[in-house]
C-alpha cells in the first residue's frame, strides 16, 4: 500500500492550515439574542446557546414560545415584538433562532427588529461554525455547496422583494440569482468527481485486504475520541494516530481539561471539531481495517445542507461496518432526538451499523439502562422510510475510551459484523505456492498453515473476495504439474 493511502490524505495537504481569525472573534464576541419555539414540549435552548458560544457569539438573552407556526415570523407576532424590544434594549448584534426559517420569516423577522440586527437560524449558524475550520479540498467544496444551497431561496426572496411592480423582475431571470444556480452546479460537478475519486480508493482499499469502517454520529459524540484509540500506533507521524488529523486553527482550542490533556481524549468538547473525513489503520480482532472518521451531524437542518456533507455520508453508507456513535451520557431526550437525526442523515447502509453506546464512565448503571431504553424507544418507532438502516442496525456495545471499558466488546461485535469467509487449501509446496501464499499473507487472510512432506495446508479467513482470491491463486500454483 502506498503513501498515498495515509492518515491525512483525504485532506489537501497544499491549502494549508486555516486562519485562526475566528478566535480572535471569540474574543470580542458577538452579542446575541437567542430565539425558539417548540410546538409540543417547552423549548429547550441548550444545545442552540453552546452551538452559538462555538460559533463566537455572547448569548445576552432569551425569548421562548410554546405554539404552533406563525407564516409571518415564525414567532407569533406578539412574542416576535417581545423579541424586538429584547434586542433593542440588550443592544444585541444577532437573533440566533432556533429553527430553520423560511427566507420570508427571515426577511420579516430582519424587518422588524432593529436595524443591523442579523438574523441568524439554525442552518445558518452551522454554515458558521461549518466556515471557522473547514480544512481540506473536499470540505470546502462542501462548505460551499451548502452554504449556496442555503444562499439561494434567500436570493430569490430578496430579489422578489426589492423588484419594483412596473419591472415585474422575476427572480429566475436575476443575474445573481442565475451566477449560484451555476456556482451550485459547478460544486456539485466537483464534489462528484471528488466522490468517484473516493469510491476508487476505496475500491482499491478493498482490494488491498483492507475492511472499511466507519465512524458516523451526532457532533460531539465521541467519534474522533474512539477514532483515535482505535487506530493502530505506528511510529511514522504522518501515518496513524497522530494529532495530524487536527484542524490546525482549532489545536489552541482544545478544551482544557487537565485529565484530557493527553492522547486519545485530548480533543476539544465543542461542536464540529472534526470537518474533514480521516482514515487512519487500526486492526481490530485480528482484521487490518481501515477506519474513517466522520463530520458529525447536526439536528434541524434542512435535507440539502446534510446532503452537501456528502463524504460523510458516502464513506458510512459505503463502508463495510459502520459504527454509529451515540454519547450515553446524554440525557434521554437529547439522545432520542440526536439518534433520530443522525439515522434519519444516514437513511440506508450497504453493510451492517454497530451502535456504540459512548461516554459510559459518565453514567451509572440506571443512566446506562436509560440510555439504552432510549436507543430501542427511536428504533422501534423507525417508520418504513427508515427502515433500510434499521434493518442493518446490530446490537448497540456500551464503551467508554476514558475509562477503557468495552473496547474488547466492541472489537468482537465489530468482526462479527465484517463479511468473512474462510477456506482450507491443501496444495503442492514450491516457489509459486509460496508466493500465493505470501500474497495472502499480505492481505491477512492467513489464519494458519500447516507442513506435510510436499504439501501445506493452508488456513484463509477474512473478506470474502480476497479469501477467494487466495484460494485461486494457491490452488493455480499449488496444484501438481
Ligand atoms: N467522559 C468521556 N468523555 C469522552 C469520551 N470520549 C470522548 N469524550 C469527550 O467528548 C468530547 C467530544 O469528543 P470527540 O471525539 O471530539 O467527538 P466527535 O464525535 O468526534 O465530535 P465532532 O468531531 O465535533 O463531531 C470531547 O471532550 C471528548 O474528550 C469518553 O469515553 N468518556
Ligand atoms: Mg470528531
Redo the contacts with the bound molecule.
Keep these: 500500500m502506498s503513501r498515498d493511502d495515509d492518515a491525512t490524505n483525504e485532506r489537501d495537504e497544499s491549502s494549508g492550515p486555516s486562519t485562526t481569525e475566528t478566535d480572535a472573534a471569540h474574543s470580542d464576541a458577538t452579542r446575541a439574542i437567542v430565539a425558539a419555539r417548540s410546538e409540543d414540549d417547552p423549548p429547550d435552548t441548550t444545545e442552540i446557546r453552546e452551538l452559538a458560544a462555538a460559533a463566537g457569539y455572547a448569548v445576552v438573552g432569551e425569548v421562548t414560545q410554546r405554539r404552533r407556526e406563525d407564516p409571518t415570523y415564525d414567532l407569533g407576532r406578539g412574542k416576535a415584538e417581545e423579541l424586538m424590544r429584547l434586542a433593542a434594549d440588550a443592544d444585541a448584534e444577532a437573533v440566533i433562532y432556533d429553527g430553520s426559517l423560511s427566507p420570508g420569516q427571515t426577511f420579516s423577522l430582519g424587518d422588524l427588529l432593529p436595524t443591523g440586527t442579523a438574523v441568524v437560524d439554525r442552518p445558518r449558524l452551522a454554515l458558521e461554525l461549518f466556515a471557522d475550520a473547514a480544512d481540506s479540498r473536499a470540505a470546502d467544496r462542501q462548505l460551499e455547496l451548502a452554504r449556496l444551497r442555503y444562499e439561494l431561496p434567500r436570493l430569490r426572496e430578496a430579489v422578489a422583494r426589492d423588484a419594483s411592480e412596473d419591472v415585474r423582475l422575476r427572480p429566475e431571470g436575476d443575474s445573481r440569482v442565475l451566477d449560484v444556480e451555476k456556482r451550485i452546479e459547478s460544486a456539485e460537478r466537483a464534489l462528484d468527481e471528488i466522490a468517484d475519486d473516493r469510491a476508487a480508493r476505496r475500491a482499491e482499499r478493498r482490494d488491498a485486504g483492507f475492511d472499511l469502517i466507519a465512524?458516523a454520529?451526532?457532533?460531539?459524540?465521541?467519534?474522533?475520541?474512539?477514532?483515535?484509540r482505535l487506530a493502530d500506533e505506528v511510529d511514522d507521524p504522518d501515518f496513524g494516530a497522530g494529532a495530524s488529523d487536527r484542524p490546525a486553527a482549532r489545536a489552541d482550542t482544545a478544551?482544557g481539561?487537565p485529565a484530557?490533556d493527553a492522547g486519545?481524549?485530548?480533543?476539544?468538547?465543542?461542536?464540529?471539531?472534526?470537518?474533514s473525513t480521516t482514515t487512519r489503520r487500526a486492526t481490530v480482532a485480528g482484521r487490518r481495517t481501515l477506519l474513517t472518521?466522520?463530520?458529525?451531524?447536526l439536528d434541524g437542518l434542512p435535507h440539502e445542507a446534510v446532503r452537501s456533507f456528502r463524504a460523510t455520508i458516502d464513506a458510512v453508507r459505503a463502508a463495510d461496518c459502520a459504527l454509529l456513535?451515540v454519547?450515553a451520557?446524554d440525557d434521554p431526550a437529547a439522545l432520542r432526538r440526536k439518534l433520530s437525526a443522525s439515522l434519519s442523515a444516514i437513511e440506508a447502509t450497504d453493510g451492517p451499523v454497530v451502535p456504540v453506546l459512548?461516554?459510559?464512565?459518565?453514567v451509572d448503571a440506571d443512566g446506562l439502562a436509560s440510555a439504552v431504553e432510549a436507543y430501542e424507544t427511536v428504533v422501534a418507532e423507525l417508520g418504513p422510510r427508515d427502515a433500510p438502516v434499521a434493518d442493518a442496525l446490530r446490537s448497540p456495545v456500551p464503551?467508554?475510551?476514558?475509562?477503557e471499558s468495552g473496547l474488547g466488546d466492541l472489537a468482537d461485535a465489530v468482526a462479527d459484523a465484517l463479511p468473512t469467509a474462510t477456506a482450507t487449501v491443501e496444495v503442492q509446496n514450491g516457489g509459486d505456492a509460496q508466493a500465493a501464499l505470501s500474497w495472502a499473507y499480505d492481505r491477512a487472510v492467513v489464519a494458519g498453515v500447516e507442513y506435510g512432506g510436499e504439501t501445506m495446508a493452508v488456513d484463509l479467513a477474512g473478506r470474502p473476495d480476497v479469501v477467494a482470491e487466495a484460494e485461486r491463486r494457491l490452488r493455480g500454483a499449488g496444484s501438481p504439474p
Aim: aromatic fraction near 6%.
Design positions: 465512524l454520529g451526532y457532533t460531539n459524540a465521541g467519534k474522533s475520541t474512539l477514532a483515535r478544551a481539561d484530557d486519545a481524549l485530548a480533543v476539544a468538547d465543542r461542536p464540529f471539531e472534526t470537518l472518521d466522520t463530520v458529525g451531524f456513535v454519547d451520557s459512548s461516554k459510559v464512565d459518565e464503551v467508554s475510551v476514558r475509562d
